[in-house]
């Protein structure tokens, strides 16, 4: 329960020391003389009591933002947008870095009991929702996730299964009856690569019924994740290279992200195929390079960037307007499919 004037030594009394040792936890100074538990403890209980230093300014604390990656220019963009929102209104912001680690998201968690960290972005939907929730009674949370996984946190979404449905329906039109999708590691604690495929398998289900989707997928662990700067476009051509050998009816390759698809399509043209007359390919997120003239994918919009500015905007509306604790925020984005050069007709099978 919050207390509407909480002080040092209310926090002293719950925790059992001194006011003047409360003070200085708090202030970050002379942490030394304290055990990780005290100042653990009073962090914690400073945050649970509501305590607020007299005169703060957003300045004075930070906003932490939680992302899997930072070489994939979605995330890139994506945090770009987020930082552009608080310099604009006053705020700092620090990056934590995961690599789809467990171990980091846990680490980041605890991190945030800091009476410093005034929020937590997640640039991602949670990989572990109910210790998230937990500390989303305390310090306010806001994630870019999926439209189907709302998690009970507030968010700014797009609907991936929706995405994954237009891309089917936009092959199936051009006439491809059996596709392949790539993927990285496909799991619940990648909800929206799983969504993706969903979508797509539905629209040939419902479009398309006499054709198929294939799915080729890599588990890619954490360690190789900070490991491998590339290993996005590695997993993309290791895929496309099995799905050429294997699956001889396939037409179209749908990558799970625009990175893959780079692999993808470098894959398919040193096998010495054409792009996209031997094999469409596309992907998902519309990352600057997918424009490049020499790359032009066709790919889903996602409105990355704006994303970015809409999901700080609502932290900051958390921040300075308090909600009442049972009701969440859910902004929607729409997805757009861009077509490019990457994708045409299908080629006739056997030739």
């Known amino acids: 329960m919050k207390h509407a004037q ?38 914690l209980t400073a945050k649970e009591m509501g305590y607020q230093a007299k005169h703060r300014l957003p300045s004075e604390g930070i906003i932490m933002i939680i992302c899997p990656s930072v070489i994939n220019p979605y995330y890139a963009t994506l945090l770009q947008g987020m930082e552009a929102e608080a310099e604009h209104n006053g705020y700092n912001t620090i990056i934590f870095t995961t690599y789809w ?20 972005i997640f640039a991602m939907a949670p990989q572990q929702p109910d210790m998230v929730r937990e500390v989303a009674k305390t310090t306010p949370v806001v994630t870019v996730s999926d439209r189907q996984s709302h ?21 199936i039109q051009l006439g491809h009856q059996h596709v392949c999708y790539l993927s990285t590691s496909l799991n619940t604690q990648h909800s929206s690569r799983v969504l993706r495929y969903q979508g797509l398998v539905d629209s040939y289900a419902n479009l398309q019924p006499q054709g198929s989707v294939s799915v080729l997928s890599q588990e890619v662990e954490s360690s190789q994740e900070l490991a491998t700067v590339e290993i996005e476009y590695q997993v993309g051509r290791m895929l496309a290279k099995r799905c050429i050998a294997t699956l001889p009816k396939v037409t179209a390759m ?55 500015h809409r999901a700080f905007s609502l932290m900051q509306a958390k921040l300075e307007h308090r909600q009442e604790p049972a009701s969440f925020t859910h902004v929607e984005f729409t997805n757009f499919l861009v077509v490019r050069a990457t994708t045409a007709p299908p080629r006739t099978i056997g030739t």
């Open 6 to 43: 909480c002080t040092l030594q209310d926090i002293a009394t719950r925790v059992g020391c001194s006011a003047a040792a409360v003070s200085m936890i708090l202030a970050g100074k002379q942490h030394g003389r304290f055990s990780r538990e005290t100042i653990q403890k009073v962090y």
């Open 101 to 120: 680690s467990l171990k980091r998201e846990q680490k980041a968690l605890q991190m945030s009991a800091s009476p410093q960290v005034l929020g937590i």
């Open 151 to 171: 998690y009970g946190l507030d968010s700014v979404e797009v609907d991936n299964y929706d995405a994954g449905y237009r891309i089917g329906s936009y092959l």
């Open 254 to 308: 749908v990558a799970i992200n625009d990175m893959i698809a780079y692999g993808v399509m470098d894959e398919t043209l040193e096998e010495g195929f054409r792009i996209p007359q031997d094999y469409s390919v596309s992907g998902f997120d519309d990352i600057y390079p997918s424009q490049f003239h020499n790359v032009a994918l066709t790919t889903i919009d996602h409105h990355i960037n704006q994303r970015g």
